[in-house]
């Protein structure tokens, strides 16, 4: 009957801390979860059974375990926030694997990516031809993003008699006030292009939050 009890009370006792802890490192879905997150949460869940039901161990040792995760997690959660490197490295980046009806074979081989995959996942968003699709984009949580083509929209151009080219993608060029190097040549810009936009809008790169441009120059820009 005691262990029945000392189990009860340490489940109670670590459900509850383990509570206030998800509380505190905010809200997150399963399919936003990045690398680092997904490991956390499986270790935590490992060392919430092991406290749970090994009454032979020291619950102090295993609460000083969860802590170090949480704390762990909170300061590379903070830090990604404040380091566009570090969000890249842990949440990972925006991949290309369609882009103006062209197949990025390298990208796809790199990121592990079959045709047939990429043809399943087509299909679950409503496409069942890869050449109705414009342009496709790996999301960091590993989702594909598809964009037609004008002329498979549901609300089609077409129907209008009206054929403007697609627009293509959109690169951030500004983030958090830091100018993403390596989309300047993908966006066929370069730094001076930049500063003349930002010096037309009146503002400096450190008063932007967000910065894009399409395949027509066009910039939307939200500010910190």
């Known amino acids: ?17 383990v509570f206030i802890m998800f509380k505190l490192m905010g809200k997150k879905q399963v399919s936003q979860m990045n690398m680092f997150d997904y490991i956390t949460g499986i270790t935590i869940g490992s060392i919430v059974a092991d ?14 375990s969860l802590l170090i995760y949480f704390i762990t997690s909170i300061f590379i959660s903070y830090a990604s926030l404040k380091s566009i490197k570090l969000r890249n490295f ?24 079959t045709i047939n995959d990429l043809e399943t996942e087509a299909r679950l968003n409503g496409y069942f031809n890869l ?36 627009k293509g993608l959109v690169y951030n060029l500004i983030i958090d006030g830091s100018i993403i190097k390596e989309n300047l ?11 003349h936009e930002l010096k037309i809008i009146g503002k400096t790169k450190n008063n932007i939050l967000l910065l894009t441009v399409d395949s027509e120059k066009k910039v939307k820009y939200y500010l910190k």
């Open 1 to 17: 009957m005691n262990e029945i009890l000392n189990v009860i009370y340490r489940t109670t006792t670590v459900l509850i801390i």
């Open 51 to 64: 406290i749970s039901l090994d009454i032979e161990k020291n619950v102090l040792s295993g609460l000083t």
């Open 90 to 113: 842990f949440d990972g980046k925006e991949t290309p694997l369609i882009e103006k009806g062209k197949i990025i074979r390298k990208n796809m081989s790199k990121n592990k990516i």
């Open 131 to 166: 050449d109705d699709i414009c342009n496709a984009i790996l999301e960091p949580n590993g989702k594909i993003s598809f964009e037609p083509k004008e002329e498979k929209k549901t609300t089609s151009r077409k129907d209008l008699n009206i054929k403007p080219p697609n």
């Open 185 to 195: 040549k993908l966006a066929k810009v370069d730094e001076s292009w930049i500063n």
